[in-house]
């Protein structure tokens, strides 16, 4: 059994121990424990996501008729039907003066907003919207830093009922046309730049020229953010943000919609071609993430919580889900070794931040560059840290445990844009095991399963969910029969969500992570598909064709990159420069590959599949059982002991 590094203490006190009393009281049992608990949750689920609906206090205009019509409904299960409600009227149910959001960008002056004037901006937001012909049921679009309008911009969208999608300017041309070119926004929310690393990088000419291929947009709104004065002179119908925003707005109006009207357009990482337009729905989020806040996370009024996290990552969504309890919200800009590696563990001093959300990446890469948290900062507001993205290592926990605090609830979550939420999640009630994450969400039917679908106990296995939950996506855009949703998580195993990560479950319920099943990528915990990487390297002069593998190393995960060249072309240093610089430019930094090799032959299935997994199995000194599914198998050999990669 691992080590146990953390044990709660008042376990009564928390809002976990008091729902269970709650339970207990409003159906003559006697649970115990979180195993207890999270037992019955599973097996009354349409009891247990009712309990939550009332101890969230979800503000709606009718009431639901119906919890759920097929709890073994999947995908297809509806919930809470009958019920109208908005999304953003239960994010703005706190109206007083207390302080909604604070952004700290880098080296910028902080910035307050009470949730009066969170609730002030967005009225005048949402009026500017309807005035312009914003309605229930369109797109707008975030290509927008970590800023407090982008807030401003989701909540007064799906005031109205209209669906908000985001990504972070960091991203290449494509990649953004590749996820909004799908979805046509009728408006585009935008600043003129972002700062990173003590550095101004200017957006305007790359968003000009994602608008030349997005005709749809009918407004840009630019939100001045580096210095100079934004020019929008050459933007298809830009205007500044503070030029567009109401001055005599009328009374905000929540538009009161079914539970599972759609709120949210996420994407997938792109394996296998353009990103999956994953679109959620308003209650079953607001569900979710009021138990995970409220329970998992012990989060409550007094608390100010932080996550490092851009526009375009679930987190995002997840952490401004936080204003329905009537938390304090940090939203950061920046690196987060600006200007050093300190930075973030004094911003909690300087913030009073009580839950900080990070990666493992960036637990990791401090632990490796010798910070010492606990020498530069007090800490004593600190009394949890989230980590996700990634798995954290063993190293990564006795690091927290010696060198950030010993007195703090260190949770390791994981989840996912596809369910905007987690299957694995913190718990104020249990211990913290070494390389363990603590438990298994409140109503999530979580299994690990061999090839037959059998659940496994401390063997290492399939994720799956297997009964239905809220915050399933509705459906994915443009998927109007529903085949590209049932194959992303129902080809598996018949009504059971198949997740794609391999998992073990201990028999006191903690969770191990071993990566993904499939090929993505995940360096630094940051999903990211292999296609992505095609579609830019694939069009460049010497490059004949390409693969691209996710190598466990160092406890992450570094992209390789495998090169075919074209005839007469030699990979130089010049070539592995211009192919880095492409790859930065068009997709993010995020996707560069630590190693670009020149190989002569790229493996391929019979039907035209590039097999990225047989190669890393090839690199891993595994055995690939399947070379009879491949048209050319003797490549595969190529990729054996190469002396790079040892």
């Known amino acids: 059994m691992n080590k146990i590094l953390w044990q709660p203490k008042q376990v009564e006190n928390t809002q976990m121990a008091k729902f269970m009393e709650t339970v207990n009281t409003a159906y003559s049992l006697k649970l115990k424990t979180y195993a207890d608990l999270f037992d019955w949750s599973v097996q009354k689920s349409p009891d247990f996501w009712e309990k939550i609906w009332q101890e969230a206090n979800i503000i709606h205009s009718k009431p639901y008729t119906q919890i759920v019509d097929d709890i073994k409904k999947m995908p297809g299960a509806k919930w809470f039907s009958g019920a109208r409600l908005n999304f953003a009227e239960n994010l703005l149910a706190f109206r007083d003066d207390e302080i909604a959001i604070q952004f700290q960008g880098e080296g910028q002056t902080l910035r307050s907003l009470s949730y009066k004037e969170l609730f002030d901006e967005v009225e005048k ?196 889900s936080s204003l329905s309890v009537g938390a304090t919200l940090v939203l950061f800009d920046g690196s987060p070794f600006y200007p050093d590696g300190n930075a973030m563990w004094k911003m909690i001093d300087d913030l009073n931040i009580s839950i900080f959300g990070t990666s493992a990446k960036f637990i990791d890469a401090c632990k490796e ?53 987690c299957f694995a999640l913190a718990n104020p009630m249990l211990p913290v095991y070494r390389g363990e994450l603590q438990c298994r969400g409140l109503g999530m039917n979580v299994h690990a399963v061999n090839e037959t679908g059998d659940s496994l106990i401390q063997e290492k296995g399939e994720l799956v969910c297997k009964s239905a939950f809220p915050s399933m996506p509705i459906y994915f855009w443009n998927d109007a029969d529903g085949q590209k949703y049932h194959h992303a998580y129902f080809d598996i195993f018949p009504q059971t969500w198949y997740h794609g990560d391999f998992i073990e479950i201990s028999d006191h319920g903690g969770l191990r992570f071993f990566g993904r099943s499939d090929a993505t990528l995940n360096p630094g915990g940051v999903r990211i598909g292999t296609a992505e990487i095609y579609r830019v390297v694939e069009n460049m002069d010497c490059v004949d064709d390409s693969l691209v593998i996710g190598q466990d190393w160092e406890g992450d995960q570094r992209i390789i990159l495998f090169i075919k060249l074209k005839k007469d072309f030699f990979l130089n240093e010049e070539w592995v420069h211009k192919i880095k610089s492409q790859i930065r430019s068009s997709c993010s930094p995020r996707h560069i590959p630590a190693l670009i090799l020149e190989t002569k032959g790229i493996p391929y299935t019979i039907n035209g599949k590039k097999v990225e997994i047989a190669v890393k199995k090839m690199i891993q000194g595994k055995t690939v059982s399947n070379r009879d599914a491949l048209a050319n198998p003797e490549v595969l050999d190529l990729y054996s002991h190469i002396q790079e990669l040892m």
Request: proline share 6%; charged share 20%; with cysteine.
């Open 125 to 320: 937001l949402a009026h500017s919207l309807r005035e312009m012909g914003v309605k229930k049921g369109d797109r707008v679009a975030g290509f927008i830093p970590n800023l407090p309008e982008a807030i401003i911009a989701m909540l007064a969208t799906t005031s109205i009922g209209a669906i908000w999608s985001s990504s972070s300017p960091d991203f290449g041309i494509k990649g953004v046309l590749d996820r909004f070119s799908q979805i046509e926004p009728k408006v585009i929310f935008a600043s003129n730049g972002y700062f990173y690393n003590g550095k101004e990088f200017e957006s305007l000419s790359k968003l000009n020229l994602i608008l030349e291929k997005l005709p749809s947009v009918e407004k840009t709104i630019i939100i001045p953010y580096i210095s100079g004065i934004p020019d929008i002179s050459s933007l298809k119908n830009g205007i500044l943000y503070s030029d567009f925003l109401s001055k005599s707005p009328e009374p905000l109006s929540f538009e009161q919609l079914p539970f599972d009207h759609p709120l949210y357009i996420m994407y997938s990482s792109g394996t296998t071609g353009l990103p999956k337009s994953i679109v959620h729905g308003a209650g079953g989020t607001l569900l979710q993430h009021a138990k995970e806040l409220r329970l998992h996370c012990d989060l409550k009024r007094d608390d100010t919580i932080f996550y490092f996290t851009t526009c375009g990552w679930m987190m995002w969504n997840w952490l401004v």
């Open 369 to 421: 560059a010798n910070i010492r948290p606990q020498n530069v900062a007090n800490l004593s507001s600190l009394k949890t840290i989230l980590s996700t993205g990634s798995p954290l290592v063993d190293e990564s926990f006795d690091y927290v445990y010696e060198h950030v605090k010993t007195d703090v609830l260190l949770g390791s979550i994981s989840g996912g844009t596809d369910i905007v939420s």
